[in-house]
């Protein structure tokens, strides 16, 4: 059984930090990308970035670039999405999912469900 767990949302002023997790569990990170989406109110659901176990590379959409680092520790089977510098436009839903293979990133299987930030001005 493959479950994703998002976890640590919360509010927060703009130019602060927050991390957010993600427990897995029923698979190998190794077999699958752990990617992070978000949805904002009355937007639709969009990438923010990925993790690749087999080869511990990430990858960052242009809105977060520079602020958002995504990191893992396997021990825990976590990854972790650190958010830095965060804006107004960071308000959203940020979900945690397992790609369909290791290296597809924003095809998704599994989805988790997700834990609500918001970043007040």
């Known amino acids: 059984e493959v479950q994703l767990q998002a976890s640590g949302g919360g509010l927060v002023q703009a130019g602060g930090s927050l991390r957010l997790s993600c427990v897995a569990s029923?698979?190998?990170?190794?077999?699958?990308?752990i990617g992070w989406f978000r949805q904002a109110p009355g937007k639709e659901r969009e990438g923010v970035g990925c993790f690749r176990s087999f080869d511990g590379r990430t990858d960052y959409q242009d809105p977060v670039k520079d602020r958002f680092t995504i990191s893992s520790d396997n021990a825990k089977s976590t990854v972790y999405l650190q958010m830095n510098n965060l804006k107004p436009e960071d308000t959203a839903v940020y979900y945690c999912a397992a790609g369909v293979s290791a290296l597809r990133c924003y095809q998704i299987a599994y989805w988790g469900k997700g834990t609500l930030v918001t970043v007040s001005s």
């Open positions: 029923g698979f190998s990170f190794a077999d699958y990308a």
